[in-house]
């Protein structure tokens, strides 16, 4: 049930006053509505847009349209204009997008007003690149602290982020404001990873480790599998070496 919200008018710095967007940021229980009501097909197009216009932000562009974020994205206009209405912003039928602005609101939308820590479970060569690739990022989203049972990893600084050893994690949780979590640890430790990390009241995991995992129905997981993905390309693209060869 709706039972309260906020409304955010912004307005433009030009001469009629105009509201250029309204952010509906929905507080306290509704937080929780709000991100129902947006598809996880949704979600990931959201982070490509605002992928695409940190891109244009780097490239000094102020404006752009629905159709340039389309081409980007390999979508339609209509796909894009649809997406960023569904967080509350408008843009200019002249001028399109602000780009900073439109930034500003995706942002808010998928990290929340603020800052929420990431951490990573498992040091290794993988978790290593996962947080040189992170944390080089102009991003919000960083890893703020990561956890390893090696005790010649623990208490070192790694890649710019502090290791400590799994024990602390529920701790560290609480004092670093972690939403979400990184398993990049082998395969036979994941789900006692993932146990712990759920015990914890963390509600996101990011899953590297090529297992499934199983977790209570409100932790979203999101599984990703270089193997599979890199065997399934290779399938296609054999696939597509035979059809040329036919031809
Ligand atoms: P390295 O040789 O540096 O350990 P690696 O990538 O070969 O790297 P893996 O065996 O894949 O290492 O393990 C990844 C990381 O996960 C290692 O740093 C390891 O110490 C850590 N690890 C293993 N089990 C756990 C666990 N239960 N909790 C936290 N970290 C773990």
Redesign the pocket.
Known sequence: MLTSFTIVCKYSSEKNNSVTNITIIYVDKITKVNVLLVSEKTIERLCLYRRFLRELRVQRTTYAYSHQLAKMAGLTAAQVRRDIMAIGYYGSPVRGYEVEKLLESISDFLDGPDSLGVAL???????RSILAYLNRRNSRLNVTAA????PE?IHRVIVSCHCFP?EDYPRVVREKNIHSTII???AD?AQ??ADLIVKSGVKGILNFAPVHLSVPEEVFVENIDMAIALEKVTYFAQQDNKARAER
């Open positions: 479970i498992g040091v290794g060569n993988l978790g956890f390893d049972t090696n990893k799994l990049a640890v082998p430790q006692p990873v």
